[in-house]
């Protein structure tokens, strides 16, 4: 009975979880090249099932194992291309395929993106919408002094005076090992390669990849689960406390 209400319990956690990760998601709807991120849970406090054997002796043999709960086991992120809109801003950039845009944060590290909503600073030079500088391929910063400027599919730059640079474009073996930074920003978790399979699009962004009615019916889904959970843990206490009120009395 008591591990019963343990299970609701973890339940009940789980979809806490669940329901807190889908409201990041739709909060997000309109966030630029956002990647909705899915929990994931697992049947978790495994026990050995015993049984009292009938021959002579009568030892306990195992039969199996059960699990007796449901933890949070990570989670994934859905990494399907989003919508590309077209903004006819020269200064906004979508990769349509595999890859991220690199930029330098204010640290030093090197951070990847997919949100190519850049900007000029004071200087002339190339940022993100959050004030960080783009790299480009030689891993410096990019100056371009003026958004008068034209990107071919391979994020190569050509300005009005003859000058030229080139956008960074890479890729990972495994996008899940990217660390999530917040505002549509990763740190690598594995080896950095060069992209290949993109084309780079001019005056166009790509949007947030949540489903937000598939991420309301979850929701419903969620707000359920929790529900049958909390009412097993009631019918639960309850049942613990007949069994000391009245149960005791006899």
């Known amino acids: 009975m008591i591990r019963g209400l343990y299970t609701s319990a973890m339940g009940m956690i789980v979809q806490e979880r669940r329901q807190a990760n889908v409201s990041q998601n739709l909060s997000n709807v309109e966030t630029n090249s956002y990647k909705q991120q899915q929990i994931l849970a697992a049947a978790s406090h495994r026990m050995n099932v015993l049984n009292r054997a009938s021959t002579p002796g009568r030892h306990l043999t195992g039969i199996g194992s059960m699990e007796t709960g449901t933890s949070v086991d990570g989670t994934y992120t859905d990494d399907r291309q989003g919508i590309l809109?077209?903004?006819?801003n020269p200064l906004d950039f979508a990769i349509d395929g595999d890859g991220f845009f690199a930029v330098r944060l204010p640290d030093g590290q090197t951070a990847y993106t997919r949100d190519g909503s850049f900007q000029l600073d004071a200087g002339g030079q190339l940022i993100t919408g959050?004030?960080?500088?783009v790299l480009g391929a030689d891993g410096q910063g990019i100056l371009l002094g003026t958004e008068d400027v034209t990107v071919d599919a391979r994020g190569g730059i050509t300005m009005p005076d003859g000058r030229s640079a080139s956008l960074a474009v890479v890729s990972f073996a495994d996008p899940q090992g990217l660390n999530r930074l917040g505002d549509s920003l990763y740190t690598a978790g594995?080896?950095?390669v060069p992209g290949e399979a993109y084309e780079l699009k001019q005056g166009f962004l790509e949007g947030s990849n949540v489903d937000s009615l598939t991420e309301l019916v979850r929701m419903i889904e969620i707000s359920r689960n929790f529900e049958?959970?909390?009412k097993v843990a009631q019918a639960m206490d309850e049942t613990l406390g007949k069994a000391v009120n009245e149960i005791g009395k006899l």
Not at 85 to 88: D, H, L, M, N, W
Not at 130 to 133: C, E, H
């Open 85 to 88: 809109q077209e903004t006819k």
């Open 130 to 133: 959050q004030g960080y500088p």
């Open 190 to 192: 594995g080896p950095v």
């Open 228 to 230: 049958s959970n909390q």
